[in-house]
């Protein structure tokens, strides 16, 4: 049989599983021990740069809103001052 031609590779699957099994039980709640804090705190981190990106995020929206309401009001300046025939004064 072709699936069973190389007989060392299967057996020592087999026996990486059940050595797995075995040992999982002693493993697994050391490991978690150390792997749940790491978690927790990799899970805070990521939470605080993401907060502190919608804060940075909403403070740039909020200028550029205050920059383009700047923008609009000299416009209306500079329109009504056109209509009246005045030539508004351009500062740079």
Do not use: C, H, W, Y
């Amino acid at each position: 049989m072709p699936l069973f031609d190389n007989g060392l590779k299967v057996g020592t699957s087999i026996l990486i599983g059940i050595g797995a099994l075995i040992i999982a039980p002693v493993v697994f709640p050391a490991v978690g021990s150390v792997v749940k804090p790491l978690a927790k705190a990799t899970i805070k981190s990521g939470l605080i740069f993401f907060q502190k990106g919608r804060e940075l995020i909403s403070e740039a929206a909020e200028a550029l809103e205050d920059i383009t309401a700047e923008v609009k009001a000299e416009l209306i300046a500079e329109r009504q001052g056109a209509a009246a025939g005045v030539q508004p004064d351009v500062q740079e």
